[in-house]
């Protein structure tokens, strides 16, 4: 049987923490943020933890299902 392959979208998107929690970039930081507060980008830089149905959907992209 051949070796199941890691979604090559999802690697780029997303990390399993060595606990095994599954995290990933906010959205909203990547343009137009001229106009948009340092508070706010800053807030915005801080990787976030997936939760539920999501998280086990992204952990089986990964191969850690």
């Known amino acids: ?9 999802a690697k780029k998107r997303m990390r ?3 606990s095994g929690k ?3 970039e906010r959205v909203n930081k990547r343009h137009l943020a001229e106009h948009k507060s340092s508070r706010r980008k800053r807030r915005l830089s ?3 933890v997936m939760t ?11 191969g850690k299902a």
């Open 1 to 9: 049987m051949p070796k199941q392959k890691t979604h090559s979208g």
């Open 16 to 18: 399993i923490t060595g």
């Open 22 to 24: 599954v995290m990933r």
């Open 46 to 48: 801080v990787d976030q």
């Open 52 to 62: 539920g149905g999501d998280a086990a959907k992204a952990r089986k992209l990964l």
